[in-house]
Each structure stands twice: as structure tokens, then as C-alpha cells.
């Protein structure tokens, strides 16, 4: 039968010559007479217009990912980084933290151990190779003095090596070429004179944010603010020198020298090196205007009408020397002017719609900037700016990529302004957004992610109908984030307003397994509201079950501390639940 | 770091109120929104749970109605155990009153309540001295509690206070109906319910006034139903409005001539922060199969048995068909036979390229060169 049904396809694509089956060995090899009149039909009509498709080309993970916008989350389940072992499924925001931690160094150590013993992992037996299996290498292979090998340590990013191998080239005599020059002054800006850290990220960002939130609040003591900073930038290092010592300079130098000063906290040598720039008729590039900009912001001791004023000039020389800004310029304005609180709200607006009316499309960062500029710390004095509103009238329904590293901060601080405004429709819509295409993955880090959870979550106990509230219970805790005390008490009073204090010995369960067991807290509170009213017998039953459950806790936790401490009102409540469910004797 | 819910620790140490007995729920609910901490509305609303308590030991001796609809009864002790809860929960409005102004510092908020306590004092004068009228609309007590409720709230007096009204007068006849039909248990915390789901569409045309004691005048008369333009008037602004204009759009569209230059490592390292802001754990099995993929260690979907594989080039027929290298080899002999089962196996051996296949044969036309002299005395001929 393929035989025939290949004589068929033959015929068809080959309309118009007579193909190798003419029509006879057709009809011999078929008996279905349905089929022959049209085969005779495409015979007489002869020429066929045959219209093959464009091939589609998909991309190499095309079929997974069909696949996995099939799957959903399991809200019962733990998320699926953890290994599936109850052993192994954590309990806690510190244990999750730690058991990731643990992944990723595991990962790092094994890595590790391959490319320091590169000798012994050579045998390749997948087919076909697999380059990031095999040990790679980091120590510089060639050894003589050249500017090649300069240019391999640079690529290695080591930057003493390569110091001492420009120093020695400039013994030899060798000039070395205006670009390594120019690679080897952005290692060293980038990485103001020191090695590239070999910490996995996630120290190293929550380090740099803890830095950037101290900075900020100490931004009246630049002193303090400097020490603070890890790398600093010392005058007469090795940056400064090699640019010294090199005979051209083009713009690249100059603005890669001014960005690295910037970065590093060199504020007043970055703004001079600014005018020597200028002196030398030479242009800068967009990335020096943004650190600029940076620069004349945080340079202390002056007003911020007088530094609004100087990013204004910036900008102006910008316009005149025709560099076209860039998202990040705007960006950073914005996040220079939201230090200035007050002053800054009106120069803010501004900018935005500057930015819009050349046509730069704001990212994420953009409006957390804006957000955090108009509900600085929650401050009551004049009326809430409604500003919000609008930014989620902007924003719903869009996707968004990353444009900008701080792009990650903006669900945390819309959640914030939420909770603050104690608007849940606004807490709907944002989480709405959070939802649509791939911007969940703007939620950043744990603790970002946690404290977002948190606020929804304490936003929806005040506010919102309890049955849709134990639905979000059910939907977000424990797969997505692990409730604080705080949360739970939330919970509790959200119940209490609802009158639903039978869901209470539930709750205690689930507390006990989220390590809540020890929060005194949580239990007075537990104990308080199952002992205020009287409750249909069963009720009590399952109260009385709870209490023994927490007394337990209070007597296992003795044998932790040296003096029990017993709350008074703990106690009591305690008392009145036993004598309540006939429990005379345990009372 | 984070301004969170803990920042309202602090205000733990208020006191919780004991006795206040419920009564108008609606005061109590709308007082629940109130920017002050979750902390103070709890105790409000714990203190109308203490009531719902007292009130259902009543609850045999008179009708199950909640406490608003006072008119309707005809029994004295509930009304004036109701009455005794109206003012209780006028007490526990002024205390609620004292606690939101501590945590305000403003010094208006002790005008305000200088003024609502004055209020409340008449408010009890005529709760005292109003004679109990069996009407079908909302008692004068009522409304007197409504409107000190309003002025209290201060924004929107009118608004406020006939929806306060109007709640009233809904539950009036919500619990008439119900009275008359079979005598169903309207509990109180049910009333306490629905007016929490009313509060919250309502609550959230009030919720942003409360924040702020002092009012904008310039919004004063837009807020209650014209929120929404409100709304419009302020996307105007933040769209609309002066900018810098320093930059033109003309001029920063025109396209710079682009010199390619290699990214430089600040490019690089910019690229790789960016690459870090989408980063998050790994959703399902999928999700790691994309990574493991993009990394280059699984093959790709659909499976492509050659993937990877390029073989030079070659075609199959140059693998099958080697007589082409037997050409120096003698045509006929053992010679000749031996190379031509040589040339068969390596046809048929998928493990070899091409290239190797044919060093193969040169290697043999090596041998037999140098094997020439026992060639010789076999007989054999080697041209």
C-alpha cells in the first residue's frame, strides 16, 4: 500500500511532467475507483500549481518550551529547585535559602576542583562535545613577553598579572598599542586596581545593595559613606599611572578613566578629568555623561536646587556635543533626584516625560525610581501623591524585558505603596502584571520576593472576604513564600473579624511546620482568641486539642531555656479552654 | 530595610479595651479604615466579637435581629440594651479617636477631637432624651450617630451619611423580612461579614482621604464618585506637563554614524548584570531542560540523529566506492583480490572517514612496496 500512496504523491507533485507512475500502474495497483477520477482529473488539468510553504525554522528550544507553558504550578508542592524528599523540602525562608546555597556551591566546588586538576578530567566521551564540561583554563599559557600575552591576561582578567606584564613590556621598550592600552585601563577601572571577586552573585548583590541603602541614609557623612564602600579608589593607582604613562590618548581613555572614578567613588577627579577632557576637544561617549551625572549627584555639600542645576548643564553639553542619551541617562537622573525627597518630585516628572517625548521607552526601574521619589519612607505630611494610579494605568498588560539592573525592584515597591494605601485593587492589579508573559521573573531575589508576599498577603487579610482570603492562604503558602509571625497574627485577626475561629487549630498546624512553634507570639495570640468566647462543644474539643498541643510546646521548650517562661495570659487562656471541653483534670 | 508591617510594632503597648459593647457596626467599619495600624483596628473589632458574644445570650429572649434595627422591636430590654451598646460604641469611637490621633502628630487632630467629644456629648444628651419611636425609617438616633460619624470622618459629610443611612435602612428591612418569615438566626458576626465585603467598595473610595486628616482643598469636592476622574486628571499631569526640552526628538533620532568597535568589558559586564535581573529558580523539569540546552548539554528537541556531526563533508559515495584508490594497484593477482576484500570492508566500516579509509589503502600500497623483493620470489607481479 505505500507503494501505491508513494505513486500518489509522485503524481501530485510532479503535476506537470508525466511522472515515472503513469496512469495505467495506478490503476492497477488500486482497486478504490474513488481515487481514479481524481487522479485522472489532475492528469487532465496537467499543470498543478504546487505552493510549498517556507520552511519555518524554530529555534533550538522551541519544543520545551511549547512544553512548558503547558505546566503550571503545583501550589501543594514545594518549588521545584528543591530535591523532592521530605527531608530535604524546607520549612523556612532561612532553611530554602540555605538548602539553594547549598546547591549552588556544590556546583562551584565541583567546578572547582576540575579546573584546578584539568590533567585528570580529559577523556571526552560525549558525542557530541560538550565545551562546558570540560576543565577550563585560567592560568595564562604564554609565557614570553608580549603583547599578546598581555592581551591573554587581560581576557583571563587578571589584573596584577597584567600590570606587571605592561610594566615590563615598557622596560623591554615595546610600545604597547592604543587599544590593549585601552583594555587594560578598563580592567583596571572596572575593577578599580583590585582582583575580580570570585563571589557567587548572591553575596555580592545583596553586599551591593546593603551598600547602596546605608549610603543612602548616610549620605549626609560622606565619610562614613566612603569607608563603607569596599574599593575605594586610591589616588596614584595603578590606573592613574598607565594613563600617565601612555603617549595618545583618545576619548575611549578619558571616558573609561572617568567611569571607572565614578564607580569607585572618586567623584572630584572624575568632574576634572571632565574638563581636561574637554580641554582636549575630545568627545565622551553616553556611558561617561551617565556616570557623570552620577558624579555631580552625589558629590556632597551642596544643595540640591545647585546639583539639579548642574545635571541640567550636563545634559545641555550632552544635546550640543549631539551624544544621544540613553535609557540608563534618564535613569540614573532618577535615581540621583529621588535623594533629594521633596525638591526632587517636580525635576522627576520632568524627566519622564522628556523621556517620552524623545522616544525612550521607560523600563521597570524607571517607575520604581518614580515610586520611590513621590511615597519616600511613608511620610504623612501632605496628601498621598495618586501617582500610582496612573503608572499602573501605564503599565498593565505589558510585558517587559530587562533594561536595567535595577528593574528588579519595581513589584516590591509598588507592593509597599499598596499595603501603605491599603488599597487592594491596586494590590490586584499590580500582581496582575506580575503575572502577565514572563514578568514574574522581575520579582528579584528571596528577599524581595518574600517581603512582596508578605505585604499581598497582609494587604488581603485586612481587606479582603475571608473565603478568598484562605484561597490565597491555600494558593501561596508554603509553595510560594514562608509566612512570618506577623503574617500569621494578620491571618488570625482576619478570622477573628470573619468569625471563623474553627480554622484556628488548622492554622496552628501549619504554623508548627513553618518552625512557628516556638514564637511566643504566635501562641498568645493562638491561645487569646480560642479563649475569648464561649463555642459549640466539637469546637471546644478541637480547642482543647490545640491547647494541650501548644502547653507541650511551652514544656518542651523548657528544657531549652533555664526559666520557663510561661506567659500569664497564656496560661489563663490555657485554663479556661480544658475547663471548657471537660478537660477538668489536665486544667 | 524594608518599611514592614513590624514598623507598627511599637504601638503594641495601647491597651486593649475591654468593655465596649457593639452597636452600629457601620461606625465601627468604617472606623476600621482608618490609617492607623492593624494593630487599633483589631481591637475595634475584637471588642464587637466581645459583643456579638453578650448579645446571643440574649438571643432567646428576643427577636434575632442585629442591633441597629432597634424600631422594629418591640421588646424595651433590647431596646435598651441597644441603646446602652450605641453609646458604648460612641465610647469606643472617642477612644478610637484618641489612639488614630496619637499616631498622627498633627496639632489640628486636637482640635478635632476636642470637637468630636463635644459632639458626642450631645450625641448622648439626645440618646437620652429621644423617646422611642416605632417608625419605619431610620430612628433619629440613628441618624444622629450617622452624621457624628461623618463629622468625625470629615470628608465627604454628606456622602458618608447617606450611605451610612441608606446601609441602615437596608438592614432595617433585611431583618424585618426575615422576622417575619421564620425566625432565622441573623447572627451578627453574618451582618458584621457583609458589611466588611460593602466597606470594601466603599472603603476604597474613602481609604485614601483617611490618610491624611488635613484634606487637599483642592480635591475635597472630587473625591466620593468622581474618583475617576480624579484619576484622569491626574494622568494628565504626570503625562502632560513642562519637560526639559533640552533634548529634540528630531536630533536624537537621526543615526549617529556607528563605528564597530568590540564590546568593551563595561559592555560585557552591563550585558551580564542585566542577564542577572531575570534570574529565578527553575519553575518545572522543563525549565532546567531549556538551561541545559542553552549550556549545550542536552541534544536538542526534535532529536536529530547527526546533530553535531559533520563527517567533512563527505558523501556516502565516498565511502562506498574505493575502487578509485585501487588504481595502482595491479589489475589482476592475489594482489589485486586481497585489496579488493580490503576495499570491501572498509565500505562497509561506518567508524572510519573517508580520510582515514584511504590512508588505510595507502598504507597497504606502502607495504607491498617495501615487499617487493619476497613479492619478487613469490612470483607475484607488482607494476
Known amino acids: 500500500r505505500w507503494l501505491r500512496f508513494r505513486c500518489k504523491v509522485c503524481l501530485t507533485l510532479t503535476g506537470q511532467r508525466a511522472g515515472p507512475c503513469g496512469q495505467a500502474p495506478n490503476c492497477r495497483f488500486y482497486s478504490g475507483s474513488a481515487t481514479v477520477p481524481k487522479v485522472e482529473r489532475a492528469n487532465v488539468t496537467g499543470i498543478e500549481e504546487v505552493v510549498i510553504p517556507r520552511k519555518k525554522t524554530w529555534d533550538k528550544v522551541a519544543v520545551l518550551q511549547a512544553l512548558a507553558s503547558t505546566v503550571n504550578r503545583d501550589t501543594t508542592a514545594a518549588p521545584y529547585a528543591f530535591q523532592d524528599d521530605p527531608y530535604l523540602i524546607p520549612t523556612s525562608s532561612l532553611e530554602s535559602r540555605s538548602f539553594l546555597l547549598a546547591k549552588k556551591s556544590g556546583e ?39 603583547e599578546a600575552a598581555l592581551r591573554e591576561r587581560i581576557k583571563l582578567k587578571k589584573v596584577k598579572a597584567s600590570v606587571d606584564m605592561f610594566d615590563q613590556l615598557l622596560q623591554a621598550g615595546t610600545t604597547v598599542s592604543l587599544e590593549t592600552s585601552n583594555s587594560l585601563l578598563d580592567l583596571l577601572c572596572y575593577y578599580g586596581d583590585k582582583e575580580p571577586s570570585t563571589d ?34 586610591r589616588p596614584e593607582n595603578n590606573a592613574e599611572r598607565i594613563f600617565a604613562l601612555m603617549p595618545e590618548k583618545n576619548s575611549h581613555s578619558y571616558c573609561t578613566m572617568i567611569r571607572g572614578m565614578v564607580k569607585h567613588r572618586a567623584l572630584v577627579q572624575a568632574l576634572n578629568l571632565y574638563t581636561e577632557l574637554l580641554n582636549n576637544k575630545l568627545h565622551a561617549d553616553v556611558y561617561t555623561f551617565n556616570a557623570l551625572i552620577e558624579a555631580t549627584a552625589l558629590s556632597a555639600h551642596e544643595k540640591p536646587e545647585d546639583k539639579w542645576n548642574n545635571i541640567l548643564e550636563l545634559l545641555k553639553q550632552m544635546a550640543a556635543q549631539k551624544v544621544k542619551p540613553n535609557l540608563q ?3 540614573t537622573i532618577l535615581k540621583c533626584l529621588r535623594r533629594f525627597h521633596a525638591f526632587g518630585k517636580v525635576p522627576a516628572l520632568q524627566t519622564f516625560r522628556e523621556m517620552k517625548a524623545i522616544g525612550i521607552e521607560p523600563s521597570l526601574a524607571t517607575y520604581h525610581y518614580l515610586i520611590q521619589l513621590f511615597y519616600h519612607h511613608e511620610n504623612h505630611s501632605k496628601g498621598s501623591s495618586l501617582i500610582i494610579y496612573d503608572i499602573m494605568n501605564e503599565l498593565t498588560g505589558r510585558k517587559f524585558s530587562p533594561r536595567d539592573p535595577d528593574d528588579d525592584m519595581f513589584f ?91 480554622v484556628i487549630p488548622q492554622i496552628w498546624k501549619d504554623s ?63 485554663a479556661v479552654l480544658f475547663l471548657r471541653a471537660g478537660r477538668t483534670q489536665e486544667a | 530595610m524594608f518599611p514592614r508591617v513590624s514598623a507598627i510594632l511599637p504601638l503594641r503597648p495601647l491597651s486593649r479595651f475591654p468593655l465596649c459593647s457593639g452597636g452600629s457596626e457601620a461606625a465601627i467599619v468604617l472606623l476600621g479604615a482608618p490609617h492607623g495600624t ?10 464587637f466579637g466581645t459583643n456579638s458574644v453578650n448579645y446571643s445570650k440574649k438571643d432567646e429572649q428576643s427577636a434575632p435581629t ?84 461623618a463629622d468625625f470622618l470629615r470628608f465627604d459629610k454628606q456622602t458618608t451619611k447617606s450611605e451610612l443611612l441608606r446601609q441602615l435602612q437596608q438592614h432595617e428591612e433585611v431583618s424585618k423580612t426575615q422576622k417575619d418569615g421564620e425566625r432565622t438566626k441573623i447572627s451578627v458576626s453574618n451582618i458584621i461579614s457583609d458589611m466588611k465585603v460593602a466597606k470594601s467598595a466603599t472603603g476604597r473610595v474613602s481609604t485614601r482621604p483617611v490618610h491624611q486628616i488635613q484634606f487637599d482643598e483642592g480635591t475635597d469636592s472630587l473625591m466620593g464618585q468622581k474618583t475617576d476622574d480624579l484619576k484622569k486628571s491626574l494622568r494628565k499631569n504626570m503625562l502632560k506637563g513642562k519637560r526639559l526640552n533640552i533634548f529634540y526628538l528630531k536630533t536624537v533620532t537621526e543615526e549617529a554614524p556607528k563605528t564597530e568597535t568590540a564590546p568593551s568589558l563595561w559592555d560585557v559586564e552591563f550585558a551580564k548584570q542585566l542577564a542577572m535581573v531575570n534570574e529565578q529558580p527553575l519553575q518545572n523539569g522543563f525549565a532546567e531542560m531549556i538551561q541545559w540546552t542553552k549550556e549545550g548539554k542536552l541534544w536538542e528537541f526534535p532529536i536529530d540523529n547527526e546533530a553535531g556531526f559533520d563527517d567533512d563533508g563527505s558523501e556516502f559515495h565516498e565511502h562506498v566506492f574505493l575502487d578509485k584508490h585501487l588504481k595502482d594497484f595491479p589489475k589482476q593477482g592475489p594482489i589485486r583480490h586481497f585489496m579488493e576484500l580490503v576495499t570491501c570492508g572498509l565500505s562497509k566500516n561506518p567508524y572510519l572517514s573517508v580520510k582515514q579509509k584511504i590512508e588505510h589503502i595507502e598504507w597497504f600500497r606502502n607495504y607491498f612496496n617495501e615487499k617487493q623483493d619476497i613479492l619478487k620470489e613469490s612470483g607475484i607481479r607488482l607494476n
Not at chain 1, 548572591?202 to 557623612?221: C, D, I, P
Not at chain 2, 492593624?38 to 471588642?47: G, I, L, M
Request: aromatic share 8%.
Open chain 1, 329 to 331: 541617562t534618564f535613569n
Open chain 1, 200 to 233: 557567587n552573585h548572591f553575596q555580592q548583590s545583596e553586599k551591593s545593595e546593603e551598600l547602596e541603602e546605608a549610603a543612602e541614609e548616610n549620605n549626609e557623612k560622606p565619610k562614613k559613606a566612603n569607608h563603607q564602600f569596599g574599593n575605594l579608589w
Open chain 1, 108 to 146: 562551584n566546588a565541583a567546578k572547582y576542583i576540575i579546573n584546578s586538576h584539568p590533567k585528570y578530567f580529559q577523556k571526552d566521551i560525549a558525542e557530541p562535545h560538550i565545551p562546558c564540561l570540560m576543565p577550563e583554563y585560567f592560568e595564562p599559557q604564554i609565557e614570553d613577553i608580549s
Open chain 2, 38 to 47: 492593624v494593630r487599633t483596628k483589631n481591637n475595634v473589632q475584637r471588642n
Open chain 1, 412 to 502: 516590591q515597591s509598588a507592593m509597599r505603596v499598596c499595603s501603605f494605601l491599603r488599597d487592594l485593587e491596586l494590590a490586584y492589579q499590580v500582581h496582575g502584571l506580575l503575572n502577565t508573559g514572563d514578568n514574574w521573573k522581575f520579582i528579584g531575589p528571596d528577599h524581595r520576593r518574600n517581603f512582596y508576599y508578605s505585604k499581598f498577603f497582609s494587604l488581603l487579610c485586612l481587606m479582603e472576604q475571608i473565603d478568598v482570603t484562605l484561597k490565597w492562604y491555600k494558593d501561596l503558602i508554603p509553595s510560594v513564600f514562608f509566612p512570618r509571625s506577623q503574617t500569621l497574627i494578620d491571618l488570625l485577626q482576619a478570622l477573628d473579624v470573619a468569625n471563623r475561629l474553627e
Open chain 2, 66 to 149: 442585629h442591633g441597629i434595627s432597634k424600631e422594629t422591636e418591640s421588646q424595651e430590654s433590647v431596646k435598651e440594651n441597644t441603646k446602652k451598646d450605641l453609646l458604648d460604641i460612641i465610647k469606643g469611637m472617642k477612644i478610637e479617636l484618641s489612639t488614630v490621633n496619637v499616631q498622627t502628630t498633627k496639632p489640628s487632630s486636637r482640635r478635632q477631637r476636642k470637637s468630636v467629644e463635644a459632639t458626642i456629648g450631645s450625641l448622648q444628651k439626645t440618646l437620652e432624651d429621644a423617646p422611642k419611636k416605632r417608625t419605619k425609617s431610620v430612628s433619629p438616633e440613628l441618624e444622629a450617630a450617622a452624621s457624628a460619624v
Open chain 1, 512 to 574: 508548627k511546620e513553618y518552625g512557628h512553634t516556638f514564637r511566643s507570639d504566635l501562641k498568645e495570640e493562638i491561645l487569646m482568641l480560642m479563649a475569648r468566647d464561649q463555642h459549640p462543644p466539637e469546637l471546644q474539643v478541637a480547642f482543647a486539642n490545640c491547647a494541650a498541643d501548644i502547653k507541650s510546646t511551652y514544656e518542651s521548650q523548657d528544657g531549652r531555656q533555664a526559666a520557663p517562661e510561661w506567659p500569664a495570659n497564656s496560661l489563663n487562656s490555657i
